[in-house]
């Protein structure tokens, strides 16, 4: 079917449910940063791929919002002739349907798909000028998808206490303290992290994101309903390995506990920001108190305990000898013969080879970013999406990735020279990487966040009139999401306190358009320092052990204890990776740890 | 009057309106930071006289809620059978109430003396439990305070265009367009440093504060109704200063011209935190439209103007001289015999001195910290609020002050060796002063906000486990209050990008309790730094040019950009500060700058 006749078949049915309008988010009903292949209605709609983005479909007309990442990539997916297309931030949907349509109008969306501030927000905007916002229980594209993906079956896995370090009853009985305090009957869950984490379950239902997508309702007693495919679960011993109090019920079954609680007149409570609209009509149409407030999941799940710190740190020594002999390949095979044979997608491939040698590899922990030269100025750049660029004819290459392993999550980062990079890109290699130690060199009292850390790894770039456009550092799960909240390490946003146990990414860049670009990314867990000053402090602990590319720096833009803290930490990486290393590999760790 | 028969006699007035308790807060109708003699109401009825703090009056008994810095004071000063005390933050007088109070009772208050959106919140929180908060016209105070002071009538200054650079005129079309944009017909102004800074009139109303006290109104034409005493300006031709669409009332036809507003439903604009509850009654009552936003003089009185910036240069040069012949006599008095004479009001008094010999300063820019040894460890200290210390025992001052001239306000502080300072006073001194140099030096992009530079004056305190509880800088006026918004760098709250021309405080402490007290600050100025990057950078030029006392530094805790960095502050403050010493303070003042 053509994206015409899609569109066709979409605005017979909007016409069939007396809407003007039909709003396609890239968003699934759990409104995570992953979505399965059934959810992608999207790219069926418009044909846009991309990681972000929404389609707007009226009576006569559509668009695709897209964010500064993908303007060139929807000019390339999208039929000009069937959609416009504009900025997701600077030109909003709802902004544009308050041009295009009239007093009077219906906008149908399905409330599954959008969160329940967005619904309130949005239904407020368009009531002021007289448009009304209706909820469209069967979604118009699903009736119309035929050939549709169905959900796959993946096996759960039951997540070992040697792994996760406390017991899913730990876990749900000091959250189910705190909603007792609040005086809330039930929690609703509605992300599959955090759920996945509370119940010490996995999944493989998402590329990159190890969980079992799912529902849940926790309740005061601690007890918890799981809605999830109870396929998933065969042969598994759920309720003993998480509890007795541990029921599995299957999806479609979520809707009749809901209503359920709305005849009880309980107190639930749900993160209006991740959980949909759907849930919270049910909720509210069936009797229930709705209680607003952020998942309580969010905070100890962030918080590693120490069994996953040091799963954490076992991960990364692992990673760490994967992206070493990576980058020890890269620097041979450049001075083989034919290096042009070699390109993005040859180069990602090959360190996911190293990766996956490893028993203990799962799967990358998001899509690697390869970029060679130019390419590498672009933050969001993927190799797929374009045609990849060939080894010999740049002078830095930029590799962002990462692995999920049982015992934990890994993101790294390295820019390193695959030609002659010239005094500016080591200036500038150098004042990220300046940057990158003022940060990880940080220390900090109780009730710091990382917005106050921020400028810690810009003052360099600052310093001589640079900048990077994206944030310092995310969060990062234990075999979970690699971009976790609720902290981060940015100048605006989340001033949630870093605290014991955080594993966050510390990744400055520099980004010249045209030109190259740059990044260094460790990750680092937060820990107390025992100084014997007046106050307790925290400190961060790299865990990321992978040399950074001495030829692309500069001294002149270091201070001595900027290099002493780049010959400590390659110091750290000799010790750490060259056990695991032999020959030309740990020939080349050798003489990429040796002092500056 | 004894505060008991005080008490007893506004618990008859209570009784004939009806209310169960009366709140008595340390403000006057304006909100500002200082208050005049007339409004000391609090003081009055408790006898308490610091600067911030509430009584609240019930029936049977008495309550005053005082900050921190208070406890002690409170206790001295304050009849303990009369009053009970509690902390202002962390017991909440409204907190309070709720306890004593039963459903049905009613709360009075005096509208004129708590913001519009406290009364909204206070409101809110009493009709909770059904408790009614009651606005009393005339304040139930004032008609028992028979020996109440008159307000001064001090005569008003034009400030003239060489030192304010720019016409009123200006200054007001640029906000009326503002206003015209948003719809907005009249911005009510009820604090007296924006309505001073936009007629380009100066007072001596408040100690300290060079205003006259007074309301405004500012139209969408530009035009403005000065609410103020005519007789201040007995002799002085407002209009041909500052504009013929500038017409001079009385205070007391201020409500009338409130009640015109709103009998026209004029859309009036006012900032519900420094706005005074009353003013918002009697326009809502009258029918007004009431706009809440931040006051529109704010933002543009904190980014001063080149003649302005040249005029804070000027007279922190004439200020820095004054200090430093200060701190050179200090050296001598304490090799002198009987240096125990000398005391901490008696130092003070000394500075004062050597401040008022110049013609151009008008008075202090805030009442003077002079604290020697433990004195100097409690944040405000006040040397008249009890036995002033005495030279000749300890081994470090601490000395914060500043004055007002007719073209800048200043505020610096010195901690300089007056003993035999030992080794863990003098890593301390060093590490603040090593925070100090870091947010001198640095750099920042548009946008940023002082919030992300606060950790940098930070950083050296918490590599070691220490920390200050203050902000690390305040906004400063130019020949107007020494403290001034909206910009501040701390570690949270405002987000307001420092920008071209704003005057920032950088002033990191350490307290040890019992123990000393360090504060090194001085003023500087944002302006743009051409450096040839990506992007356009603001930097910091430093205003206040005396010299740190380099007995009292490690070098150890440095690196060396802060020596050099030291070193070059102290050649400039030679260049600058030495033709104006002669003799003894010149030799003293080579002596004190020379390289470390």
Same mark, same amino acid.
């Given at each position: 079917m053509s994206h015409a006749n899609r569109l066709a078949a979409v605005r017979c049915a909007m016409a069939e449910n007396s809407i003007n309008a039909f709003i396609v988010p890239h968003d699934d009903e759990h409104l995570g940063e992953y979505i399965p292949p059934y959810a992608e209605?999207?790219?069926?709609?418009?044909? +846009?791929?991309?990681?972000?983005? !929404?389609?707007?479909?009226?009576?006569? %007309?559509?668009?695709?919002f897209v964010d500064g990442r993908y303007t060139v990539q929807v000019r390339q997916q999208c039929d000009a002739t069937l959609f416009g297309y504009h900025h997701l931030i600077s030109e909003p949907y709802l902004d544009w349907l308050l041009t295009e349509l009239n007093a009077g109008d219906k906008v149908g969306f399905d409330p599954h798909l959008?969160?329940?501030?967005?619904? $309130?927000?949005?239904?407020? %905007?368009?009531?002021?000028?007289?448009?009304?916002?209706?909820?469209?229980?069967?979604?118009?594209?699903?009736?119309?998808?035929?050939? @549709?993906?169905?959900?796959?079956?993946?096996?759960? *896995? *039951?997540?070992?206490?040697?792994?996760? #370090? $406390?017991?899913?009853? !730990? %876990?749900?009985?000091?959250?189910?303290?705190?909603?007792?305090?609040?005086?809330?009957?039930?929690? &609703?869950?509605?992300?599959?992290?955090?759920?996945?984490?509370?119940?010490?379950? @996995?999944? =493989?239902?998402?590329?990159? *994101?190890?969980?079992? &997508?799912?529902?849940?309702?926790?309740?005061?007693?601690?007890?918890? $309903?799981l809605f999830a495919d109870p396929a998933k679960f065969a042969g598994l011993d759920l309720q003993a390995h998480s509890g007795n109090n541990v029921s599995l019920l299957p999806v479609n079954e979520l809707a009749t506990a809901l209503q359920a609680l709305g005849k009880q007149g309980a107190r639930v409570q749900l993160d209006p920001t991740t959980a949909n609209a759907w849930s919270a009509l049910v909720l509210s149409e069936a009797g229930a108190e709705l209680v607003y407030d952020d998942d309580p999941c969010m905070l100890p799940k962030a918080c590693?305990?120490?069994?996953?710190?040091?799963?954490?740190?076992?991960?990364?020594? @692992? /990673?760490? !000898?994967?992206?070493? =002999?990576?980058? !020890?390949? &890269? /620097?041979?095979?450049?001075n083989q013969a034919n290096p042009e044979l070699e390109h993005e997608g040859t180069l990602a491939d090959k360190l996911e080879g190293f990766r996956a040698a490893n028993s203990e590899f799962?799967?990358?922990?998001?899509?690697?970013?390869?970029?060679? #030269?130019?390419?590498?100025?672009?933050?969001?750049?993927?190799? *797929?999406?374009?045609?990849?660029?060939?080894?010999?004819?740049?002078?830095?290459?930029?590799?962002?990735? #990462? #692995?999920?392993?049982?015992?934990?999550?890994?993101?790294?980062? =390295?820019?390193?020279?695959?030609?002659?990079?010239?005094?500016?890109?080591?200036?500038? +290699?150098?004042?990220?990487? @300046?940057?990158?130690?003022? &940060?990880? /060199?940080?220390?900090?009292?109780?009730?710091t966040g990382g917005q106050q850390l921020d400028a810690l790894a810009r003052m360099p770039l600052w310093q001589q009139g640079y900048n990077f456009d994206h944030g310092t550092g995310h969060g990062v799960g234990h075999y979970l999401s690699v971009h976790e909240g609720p902290q981060r390490i940015s100048p605006k946003g989340s001033i949630v306190p870093l605290t014991t146990g955080m594993i966050v990414s510390n990744e400055p860049g520099y980004y010249r358009e045209d030109g190259f670009g740059i990044r260094c990314e460790n990750l680092q867990v937060v820990q107390p320092a025992d100084l014997g000053g007046d106050i307790p402090v925290f400190e961060f602990e790299t865990l990321t052990f992978v040399p950074f590319d001495r030829r692309l720096i500069d001294n002149h833009w270091l201070e001595d204890k900027h290099i002493q803290w780049l010959n400590q930490y390659h110091a750290q990486v000799w010790e750490n990776i060259s056990p695991q290393l032999e020959g030309d590999d740990l020939a080349w760790l050798e003489q990429a740890t040796r002092p500056i």
């Open positions: 209605r999207l790219a069926w709609i418009s044909g +846009f791929t991309g990681s972000a983005g !929404a389609a707007v479909v009226l009576t006569d %007309k559509a668009a695709v959008h969160s329940q501030s967005w619904y $309130q927000n949005a239904e407020e %905007k368009l009531a002021a000028h007289h448009i009304t916002l209706v909820p469209v229980s069967n979604n118009l594209i699903d009736e119309q998808w035929h050939d @549709r993906p169905v959900p796959d079956c993946h096996a759960a *896995l *039951l997540l070992s206490q040697d792994y996760s #370090g $406390q017991h899913s009853e !730990a %876990k749900r009985s000091r959250i189910a303290q705190d909603l007792a305090a609040l005086q809330v009957d039930v929690q &609703l869950l509605t992300q599959a992290e955090p759920i996945n984490w509370l119940l010490n379950i @996995r999944g =493989r239902d998402i590329s990159c *994101l190890p969980v079992v &997508l799912s529902f849940a309702l926790l309740h005061q007693d601690g007890s918890v $309903q590693k305990n120490p069994v996953e710190v040091n799963g954490s740190r076992t991960a990364h020594l @692992r /990673d760490g !000898a994967a992206v070493s =002999r990576f980058l !020890a390949w &890269l /620097d041979r095979r450049i799962v799967e990358p922990s998001f899509s690697t970013i390869s970029a060679l #030269g130019p390419n590498a100025a672009m933050c969001h750049y993927h190799h *797929l999406n374009g045609t990849p660029r060939t080894l010999g004819q740049d002078a830095i290459y930029l590799v962002d990735s #990462g #692995g999920q392993y049982l015992d934990g999550t890994t993101d790294i980062t =390295r820019t390193v020279a695959v030609g002659e990079p010239d005094a500016e890109m080591q200036k500038l +290699f150098t004042l990220v990487m @300046r940057g990158h130690i003022d &940060l990880a /060199d940080a220390r900090f009292p109780a009730g």
